[in-house]
């Protein structure tokens, strides 16, 4: 199989610079303090806001540059400083990648490194300082509007993602910021809305992700979010931001505001916003004098009102920053719109795709299915732009049907019929369902391409556009007829394979026991199309497996069930705690259609051989993973944690190890996972702290939340 030659291919081309070592660090310290000691109050000042709409403040006269920011998280950003250049207004194409979600559900550290190192190498091409993201916000309710750029529903496999693509974006000399800072998890009322969540739900499920980024990341810049948590804005939260990111987690980078978060001039100054942006003043030509960390800055110094030293410590973290990354004197040189980084987004794509269901179908045999149709508009239409602040003008974007047209072959016939088309009033259209129908009947295999779609031109799609920024899905129902044109298409070709697009689920239960197979291909990126094909001729194995659960409505899930989403009244209750996604499954009983960490394969493999033992604080886990069944391919081997005996209310199990292994046919590998204290203790809000309760622990191992083949258990 190709993907394997690619593997090492890659692993050669790609070089990642050292991290910077303490010496430097601390002399860097020294040079910040005579720095600051240089400037004016002024000249502080102005550093902490913007200067443009991607852009905080330099000070010429001391050579300190501008800070130059880019979205992210999966390319970066069509230019969108005003100030840009005829030039940087038309080179700022870029790669584009598979969105968040389909990283997380390669369950691949290594890649999600890579593609932090491509993305780290792009900003840099493109003149960045820092690349917005990656998200890392839980999937709390699968209506999330953003789902598609962040990750997953549990805090370890975002953990895990994250401070791998940190990682490698910064080795770029680029700063990765990890957002959104924290518990923005709805777009509705994203700006107003006060999340209403327990300290425990906060440290166990919200904050992790954060945690590991400045812990183990390392990252650079943190973006504070929109949204209240608990009664204050959390970009200038007293307890979020000062206590527990900067005090408890040692943040020593910048803290950004999300774009017109700010709220408050004081808070803003007392409670940790290092950098103000974006702050909307409603005007065509915007005073950034007038934000809030500005001009009234200044005065509430000079009032003494707010002591100087709070501005220095803002500079200080700028400085820091600047000289570890733009000032540091390293000669990191960017790349863009390589055929390598391509290739890179075609893999996280080939890995990142789900296997949902599979019943004798694929891969296809080119020699059984001559004549296949392609049905659906997501065959033929173009995501990259679509989303919102996440868009990327990429270079080119290989649709679903140029990707199996590519890789079909000649002596196989690709016939395409739209079959549905968005419509801004989510009706469809009779006339080209019955022409999908019809065609249907003819051909020996049709593949129907659905689901969702995004876009940023509300002007196009008037509001109907779903999995994008400042909205929310009403439902998981398929919209515009698909859900009766895939049941009507079934019923005449039972040969239909069913592939869906988006940045979540959709309602499945009327038709998918009338289809043999279906695949979740997320928003794949600029080689998605052939990446799909890949998967579906079986040049590729798949080996993506769901960072989500995926249950049948929106109304089984405990935001919906049990908590509140999107709130009413701008509050928003998170009544169900820690019990987000399968941690309420399990724990309730509750039937999913494809459960937290489910995918399949062409293969088959076993796992065999646990043994579980104590090292010091830590535990771990070893076991062997055999692919048994007649190609290669690769399997994540899941450890979950299940407290036995505990007093102490717990979810039944939580993943806290995992590994993915690529396996030739018959071959055996040694899996082994080390699970430091806290992958076994709880938040106990009473002490304020991580506790470790003495009980047994059961380590169990499967290929996902429900299908657990081994298990040992260990006392602590
Ligand atoms: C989004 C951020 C984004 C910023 C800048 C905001 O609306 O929430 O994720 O980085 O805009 O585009």
Redesign the pocket.
Known sequence: MRKYLAITILGTLMACAATTPKTTLDANEAKIDSLIRLMTLEEKVHMIHACSN?NSGGVSRLNIPELV?S???HGV?PE?NTNATKSEKENDYATYFPTGICLAATWDTSLAHQMGMVLGSEAKARGKDII??P?VNIIRSPLNG?NF?YLSEDPFLNSELAVKYIQGVQCKGVSA?V??FAA?NQEVN?DKVDVIVSERALREIYLPAFEASVKRGDVNTV?G??NKVNGQYATHHAYLVNKVLKDEFGFKGILIS????VKHAKEALLNGTDIE??TDLSQKKPDYNAFYMADSAIQFVKSGEVDEKVIDEKVRRILRIMLKTKLSGNNIQGEINTKEHQQIARKVAEEGIVLLKNENILPIESKKYRKILVVGNNAVYKQSMGG???QVKALYEVTILEGIKDVAGQATQIEFVEGYKPTKDLSFDKALAQNAVNAASKADLVIFVGGWIHNFDMSVWGGTAFDM??QDKSDLKLKYGQEDLIKQISEVNPHTIVVLIGGSNVEMKSWINQVPAVLMAWYPGMEGGHALANILFGNINPSGKLPMTFADTHLLYPSHSVGEFPGKDNVVHYNEGIYVGYRYFDKQNVETLFPFGFGLSYTTFKLSDLKVTKEGENVVAQCKVQNTGSREGAEVVQFYVASKGSSIDRPVKELKGFQKVFLKQNEIANVKVVMDKRAFEYYDEQSKSWTLEPCSYEIQVGNSSQNIELKQSIKL
């Open positions: 991607f920011m979205d992210g998280p950003r969108q917005l993201g998200g953003r750029e910021c957002k959104h923005n994203r973006m979010a929109y999300d774009w017109s978060a942006m974006g919102g602040s996440s920024e400042g």
